[in-house]
């Protein structure tokens, strides 16, 4: 089996623990309003990989992960391809590297018991905090997220979960944030991450209307004025 990738970052540090090799995924059923990556949507395209390949790849940066790092499956969204996504997370077991998942918890479903059983850290969005929220402006379902990462919690997968922070549209969420993942026993993360248009000339690229184009971006200084309310524990 092959599937499709979008592209790979061979020393990434902002998505896991350590150093960590990142394969990019093709395909998304999302749509999320803040999206930075919508040249990942469909899933399309003549990057073709197989598993082996990609563990191939990853394993040249090997001797830079140490004690923490690894590999990193994010997209789009990695559990679109949820098949070849357990192919990857298997051959990644087999040389012992270290697995992250950076997901949107949005797809794949029937498949999800058996990525979490190869899977060493779930990344997730947290995107709104609210069914309606979700239904509006990312076309997704806040109880499916919910429900993934409670399979992950008995899994027993430690959880980092992750907010957008969009002005006027998520910069009150946080407190229902911190309370739905503060329920999951495994929650180790909770990230905060500024809402950024560096993504309008993708959108212009592919001939496709841009939601926020109006909205401000989210200052730094706002993250850590909304940090001060995350536990010390989440930080
Ligand atoms: S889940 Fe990620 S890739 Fe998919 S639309 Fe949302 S931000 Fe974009």
Redesign the pocket.
């Known amino acids: 089996m092959k599937g499709r990738i979008h592209s790979f970052e061979s020393m990434g540090c902002a998505d896991g623990p350590g150093v960590r090799f990142i394969a990019f995924l093709q395909g998304?059923?999302?749509?999320?309003a803040?999206?930075?990556?919508?040249d990942?949507?469909e899933c399309k395209g003549d990057n073709l990989f197989s598993a082996r390949e990609i563990v191939e790849k990853a394993l040249r940066y090997r001797s830079y992960f140490g004690e923490q790092g690894g590999i990193t499956l994010s997209?789009?969204?990695p559990l679109a391809q949820s098949k070849f996504l357990i192919e990857v997370l298997k051959e990644c077991k087999k040389e012992g590297l270290h697995t992250a998942i950076d997901t949107?918890c949005?797809a794949g479903e029937a498949d999800w018991a058996e990525v979490l059983s190869y899977t060493d850290l779930v990344i997730a969005?947290l995107?709104f905090a609210t069914e309606e929220a979700y239904q509006a402006h990312?076309g997704?379902s806040l109880q499916k997220v919910l429900h993934f990462l409670e399979m992950a919690e008995q899994a027993g997968v430690p959880l980092w979960i992750r907010h957008v922070v969009v002005p006027g549209l998520t910069d009150n969420d946080l407190p229902e944030i911190l309370r739905l993942a503060t329920q999951f026993s495994n929650l180790q993360r909770l990230e905060l991450l500024p809402f950024r248009k560096l993504c309008k000339a993708k959108y212009e690229n592919l001939g496709i209307p841009f939601p926020l184009n109006d909205t401000p971006e989210c200052d730094f200084a706002l993250i850590e004025q909304l940090k001060e309310q995350i536990p010390n524990q989440y930080r």
């Open positions: 998304c059923p999302l749509r999320c803040y999206c930075h990556n919508p990942t949507w997209g789009g969204e949107s949005s969005d995107k990312c997704g």
